[in-house]
């Protein structure tokens, strides 16, 4: 027998967790963009993935609008990173609240460079990181999707096979689950 859950009769809060729990593993997306004061900020975006491949464009969505909106509206880049299980922690840490122009990576002790196509950083020590052009937002209810046309994409040595597949493994993709859990890539089959 299964249970039917009606959405309208479900708090916001009872909506979430179940979709966010049900809807898994999700991509962890560290979003890097460039504060006012040109410090760095990142944060780490569960709702997030490729949505297009031609043209290759990305989005992320922000329940409510936070700095890394601001900060992508205002040079209209975004740098969309892949971050490791072995991050985990520094992606807990940057989730936290800042006040503004606070930067995540220094915070953090995170590296980043300068994009070659677009005005926002990439973090280094991610095994791959997307340079994306902000083409386009969509609101829907008390969220923000933040849709980005990759220009460039750099990764890390040996992660991409001549064929041009990445190499899972090495990749080894932080993912959500829900609540407080975190998915792990065990098998690569």
Known sequence: MRKVHYVEELTPAETYDMAMSIVAPRLVAWV???????????????MSGVVSINPLIVEFCSIGKKDTYFNAMD????GFNIPSQRHKELVITSAKPLKRN???????GIHTRKGEKVDAPVIE????????????TKEIGE???????????????????????ADFAQLNPLT??????????????
Do not use: M
Request: proline share 3%; glycine share 8%.
């Open 125 to 136: 020590l991610t095994q791959a990181s997307f340079e994306c052009e902000v083409i386009d």
């Open 102 to 108: 606070e930067s995540e990576a220094e915070q953090c």
């Open 75 to 78: 040079r209209k880049a975004f």
């Open 176 to 189: 959500k689950l829900g609540g407080n859990q975190w998915g792990t890539t065990e098998a690569f089959v």
């Open 32 to 46: 890097s963009t460039y504060n006012s004061d040109e410090s760095v900020n990142i944060a780490p975006y569960a």
């Open 143 to 165: 969220s923000t999707i933040v849709y980005g046309a990759v220009k460039a994409i750099h990764t890390a040595e040996g992660l991409v096979s001549p064929e041009g597949f």
